[in-house]
Protein backbone atom coordinates (compact mmCIF):
# COMPACT_ATOMS: atom_id res chain seq x y z
CA UNK A 1 0.00 0.00 0.00
CA UNK A 2 1.28 3.36 -0.88
CA UNK A 3 2.15 6.02 1.33
CA UNK A 4 -0.87 8.92 1.93
CA UNK A 5 0.08 12.30 -0.07
CA UNK A 6 1.22 14.93 1.99
CA UNK A 7 -1.66 17.03 3.67
CA UNK A 8 -0.46 21.05 4.15
CA UNK A 9 -2.16 21.31 6.86
CA UNK A 10 -0.48 18.18 8.64
CA UNK A 11 3.15 18.44 7.44
CA UNK A 12 5.02 20.12 10.37
CA UNK A 13 3.16 18.26 13.39
CA UNK A 14 4.31 15.14 11.16
CA UNK A 15 7.55 16.03 9.90
CA UNK A 16 8.94 17.40 13.11
CA UNK A 17 8.31 14.50 14.83
CA UNK A 18 9.58 12.20 12.53
CA UNK A 19 12.91 14.94 12.37
CA UNK A 20 13.47 14.45 16.27
CA UNK A 21 13.67 10.83 16.05
CA UNK A 22 15.62 10.14 13.53
CA UNK A 23 18.15 12.61 15.04
CA UNK A 24 17.57 11.14 18.46
CA UNK A 25 18.55 7.81 17.37
CA UNK A 26 20.94 8.82 14.82
CA UNK A 27 23.43 10.80 17.10
CA UNK A 28 24.49 7.47 19.08
CA UNK A 29 28.16 6.72 19.06
CA UNK A 30 28.70 3.94 17.07
CA UNK A 31 31.12 2.37 14.33
CA UNK A 32 29.38 3.88 11.22
CA UNK A 33 29.76 7.21 12.67
CA UNK A 34 33.23 6.34 13.97
CA UNK A 35 33.64 5.53 10.14
CA UNK A 36 31.93 8.60 9.05
CA UNK A 37 33.99 11.08 11.41
CA UNK A 38 37.68 9.37 10.20
CA UNK A 39 36.40 9.94 6.67
CA UNK A 40 35.38 13.44 7.23
CA UNK A 41 38.51 14.35 9.38
CA UNK A 42 40.96 12.34 6.61
CA UNK A 43 38.69 14.12 3.63
CA UNK A 44 38.52 10.74 1.48
CA UNK A 45 35.33 9.79 -0.21
CA UNK A 46 33.50 12.06 2.38
CA UNK A 47 30.51 12.82 -0.38
CA UNK A 48 30.02 8.63 -1.49
CA UNK A 49 29.97 7.38 2.21
CA UNK A 50 27.50 10.28 3.57
CA UNK A 51 25.49 9.60 0.32
CA UNK A 52 25.81 5.85 0.94
CA UNK A 53 24.43 6.34 5.00
CA UNK A 54 21.52 8.18 4.42
CA UNK A 55 20.31 6.82 1.44
CA UNK A 56 20.59 3.57 3.24
CA UNK A 57 18.49 5.04 6.02
CA UNK A 58 16.11 6.28 3.89
CA UNK A 59 15.66 2.93 1.88
CA UNK A 60 15.54 1.48 5.40
CA UNK A 61 12.93 3.99 6.61
CA UNK A 62 10.51 3.63 3.64
CA UNK A 63 10.06 -0.42 3.91
CA UNK A 64 9.55 0.55 7.49
CA UNK A 65 6.59 3.06 7.17
CA UNK A 66 5.50 1.48 3.84
CA UNK A 67 5.64 -2.32 5.35
CA UNK A 68 3.35 -1.04 8.21
CA UNK A 69 0.85 0.79 7.07
CA UNK A 70 0.23 -2.13 5.10
CA UNK A 71 -0.15 -4.52 7.81
CA UNK A 72 -2.67 -1.89 10.03
CA UNK A 73 -4.69 -2.33 7.28
CA UNK A 74 -4.88 -6.00 7.26
CA UNK A 75 -4.36 -6.53 10.96
CA UNK A 76 -5.94 -3.99 13.58
CA UNK A 77 -5.00 -4.88 16.33
CA UNK A 78 -0.92 -4.74 14.71
CA UNK A 79 -1.08 -0.84 15.38
CA UNK A 80 -2.03 -0.73 19.06
CA UNK A 81 0.54 -3.38 19.41
CA UNK A 82 3.18 -1.58 17.70
CA UNK A 83 2.78 1.80 19.55
CA UNK A 84 3.21 0.59 22.99
CA UNK A 85 5.94 -1.48 21.95
CA UNK A 86 7.57 1.09 20.59
CA UNK A 87 7.15 3.40 23.47
CA UNK A 88 8.78 1.00 25.66
CA UNK A 89 11.40 0.45 23.74
CA UNK A 90 11.73 4.61 23.71
CA UNK A 91 11.43 4.39 27.28
CA UNK A 92 14.55 1.93 27.69
CA UNK A 93 16.64 3.90 25.32
CA UNK A 94 16.19 7.10 27.23
CA UNK A 95 16.61 4.91 30.20
CA UNK A 96 20.30 4.02 28.84
CA UNK A 97 21.55 7.69 27.40
CA UNK A 98 20.37 9.31 30.46
CA UNK A 99 22.75 6.73 32.45
CA UNK A 100 25.46 7.57 29.77
CA UNK A 101 24.52 11.46 30.51
CA UNK A 102 24.96 10.39 34.64
CA UNK A 103 27.96 8.28 34.52
CA UNK A 104 31.53 9.07 32.23
CA UNK A 105 30.26 9.72 29.13
CA UNK A 106 32.49 8.52 26.27
CA UNK A 107 34.53 9.88 23.65
CA UNK A 108 34.09 9.31 20.01
CA UNK A 109 37.57 9.07 18.36
CA UNK A 110 38.44 7.92 14.57
CA UNK A 111 40.14 5.23 13.83
CA UNK A 112 43.85 5.64 12.79
CA UNK A 113 43.97 2.85 9.99
CA UNK A 114 45.36 3.96 6.86
CA UNK A 115 42.34 4.24 4.10
CA UNK A 116 41.58 2.81 1.01
CA UNK A 117 40.00 3.34 -2.08
CA UNK A 118 36.91 4.67 -3.06
CA UNK A 119 35.29 0.84 -3.41
CA UNK A 120 37.09 -0.78 0.44
CA UNK A 121 35.43 2.33 1.63
CA UNK A 122 31.95 1.95 0.60
CA UNK A 123 32.05 -1.92 0.91
CA UNK A 124 33.11 -0.78 4.73
CA UNK A 125 30.18 1.45 5.11
CA UNK A 126 27.50 -1.00 3.60
CA UNK A 127 28.82 -3.51 5.67
CA UNK A 128 28.69 -1.07 9.04
CA UNK A 129 24.87 -0.07 7.79
CA UNK A 130 23.60 -3.34 6.55
CA UNK A 131 24.92 -5.92 8.66
CA UNK A 132 24.19 -3.99 11.96
CA UNK A 133 20.52 -5.46 13.32
CA UNK A 134 20.42 -2.44 15.04
CA UNK A 135 19.55 -0.35 11.99
CA UNK A 136 16.60 -2.58 11.62
CA UNK A 137 15.16 -2.21 14.57
CA UNK A 138 15.57 1.88 14.36
CA UNK A 139 14.06 2.29 11.11
CA UNK A 140 12.39 -0.43 9.80
CA UNK A 141 10.43 -1.21 13.44
CA UNK A 142 10.85 1.93 15.86
CA UNK A 143 9.99 4.38 12.96
CA UNK A 144 7.49 2.21 11.07
CA UNK A 145 5.80 1.63 14.51
CA UNK A 146 5.71 4.75 15.21
CA UNK A 147 4.62 6.49 12.04
CA UNK A 148 1.19 4.76 12.38
CA UNK A 149 0.43 7.21 14.78
CA UNK A 150 0.31 9.81 11.62
CA UNK A 151 -2.41 8.27 9.61
CA UNK A 152 -2.23 10.36 6.58
CA UNK A 153 0.83 12.07 7.14
CA UNK A 154 2.70 9.37 7.07
CA UNK A 155 4.88 10.56 4.41
CA UNK A 156 5.72 13.68 5.88
CA UNK A 157 6.90 11.53 9.58
CA UNK A 158 9.14 9.35 7.03
CA UNK A 159 10.92 12.80 5.17
CA UNK A 160 11.19 14.69 8.51
CA UNK A 161 13.22 10.89 9.86
CA UNK A 162 14.83 10.62 6.11
CA UNK A 163 15.85 14.35 6.68
CA UNK A 164 17.72 13.86 9.63
CA UNK A 165 19.73 11.22 8.69
CA UNK A 166 21.09 13.57 5.36
CA UNK A 167 21.57 16.22 7.63
CA UNK A 168 23.09 14.56 10.53
CA UNK A 169 25.68 12.62 8.00
CA UNK A 170 26.48 14.82 5.90
CA UNK A 171 26.90 17.79 8.82
CA UNK A 172 28.99 14.48 10.45
CA UNK A 173 31.48 14.23 7.21
CA UNK A 174 32.23 17.82 6.36
CA UNK A 175 31.86 19.01 9.48
CA UNK A 176 34.32 16.43 11.08
CA UNK A 177 37.26 18.92 11.18
CA UNK A 178 35.36 21.19 13.17
CA UNK A 179 33.66 19.08 15.30
CA UNK A 180 36.89 17.00 16.48
CA UNK A 181 37.71 18.94 19.46
CA UNK A 182 33.79 18.60 20.30
CA UNK A 183 33.64 15.05 20.01
CA UNK A 184 36.72 14.17 21.46
CA UNK A 185 35.73 15.56 24.88
CA UNK A 186 33.23 13.14 26.86
CA UNK A 187 31.70 16.21 28.79
CA UNK A 188 30.04 16.97 25.33
CA UNK A 189 28.81 13.41 25.04
CA UNK A 190 27.08 13.56 28.29
CA UNK A 191 25.03 16.40 27.39
CA UNK A 192 23.86 14.96 24.03
CA UNK A 193 23.20 11.75 25.87
CA UNK A 194 20.93 13.65 28.18
CA UNK A 195 19.07 15.93 25.51
CA UNK A 196 18.70 12.33 23.51
CA UNK A 197 16.85 10.86 26.82
CA UNK A 198 14.83 13.64 27.17
CA UNK A 199 13.60 12.93 23.38
CA UNK A 200 13.09 9.47 23.49
CA UNK A 201 11.01 10.26 26.90
CA UNK A 202 8.86 12.94 25.21
CA UNK A 203 8.30 10.96 21.66
CA UNK A 204 7.02 7.45 24.18
CA UNK A 205 5.36 9.85 26.05
CA UNK A 206 3.38 11.37 22.75
CA UNK A 207 2.67 7.36 22.30
CA UNK A 208 1.03 6.28 25.03
CA UNK A 209 -1.15 9.27 25.33
CA UNK A 210 -2.26 8.99 21.89
Known sequence: MPISPLSP????PAFLPGLFLGLSLIVAIGAQNAFVLRQGLRNEHVLAICATCALS???LILIGVSGFAEAGMRWPWLEPLMRYAGAAFLLAYGV???RSALGGGGALEPSQRTAGGLLPALLTCLALT???PHVYLDTVVLVGS???RFAQSRAAFALGAMTASFLFF????YGARLLRPLFARPAAWKVMD???ALVMWAIA???LLG
Open 9 to 12: DAFL
Open 57 to 59: DAV
Open 96 to 98: RSA
Open 130 to 132: WLN
Open 146 to 148: VSA
Open 170 to 173: FSLG
Open 194 to 196: GVI
Open 205 to 207: AGL
